[in-house]
């Protein structure tokens, strides 16, 4: 469904649509991002592998599932930007000013927002692990993290 032109909450050119009654799959919240930015307009657009030291925070009963991850020099984080809204399928992002599909675009405004980013492992203290140049909130979910494979795309064909 079109909002109408007169909703001040998306820019002239962008279309929501009326989100499903029910959602499909539940996730674990594993942990808490933390990072210096108490404000979306504070966060990077994306995150930069010399950016400032940020830290994750693993609850329990996920530790566990931390042995090993020091030997990985990055890795991957999966969060959920749970400040975003989700209806939005037409974006005009502020920066370039052209209309785009969701999908089309890195924004944080998505079906199921879930942000990704690949950071550099500075160090492991028990449940925390010290990252650098998340471009996440202060307080941001975490929902997965996973040793570095590639950093832009799958691995080439015949390795596992
Ligand atoms: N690196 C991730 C990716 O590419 O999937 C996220 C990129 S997204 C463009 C990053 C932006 O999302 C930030 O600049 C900020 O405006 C916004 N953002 C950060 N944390 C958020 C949160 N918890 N909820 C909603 N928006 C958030």
């Known amino acids: 469904m079109n909002r109408p032109e007169t ?24 942990g808490r991002i933390h990072t210096p930015y108490t404000d979306r307009s504070e966060c990077p657009r994306q995150g930069r592998a010399d950016g400032p030291e940020c830290e994750i925070e693993v609850f329990e009963p996920w530790a566990a599932a931390l042995e090993g991850i020091e030997n990985a020099p990055r890795i991957e984080v999966l969060y959920w930007l749970h400040e975003a809204r989700r209806d939005l399928v037409a974006q005009v992002p502020r920066h370039h000013g052209e209309r785009r599909g969701t999908f089309a675009l890195r924004s944080p405004v998505r079906p199921n927002p879930i942000g990704t980013l690949v950071v550099p492992l500075v160090a492991v203290r028990g449940n925390r692990l010290i990252v650098r140049g998340l471009d996440c909130l202060d307080g941001t979910p975490l929902i997965d993290i996973k040793p570095e494979r590639c950093a832009f795309g799958p691995a080439p064909a015949n390795q596992p």
């Open 7 to 30: 909703d001040p909450t998306i820019r002239d050119g962008e279309r929501a649509v009326a989100l499903p009654a029910a959602t499909d799959a539940g996730v674990y919240f594993i």
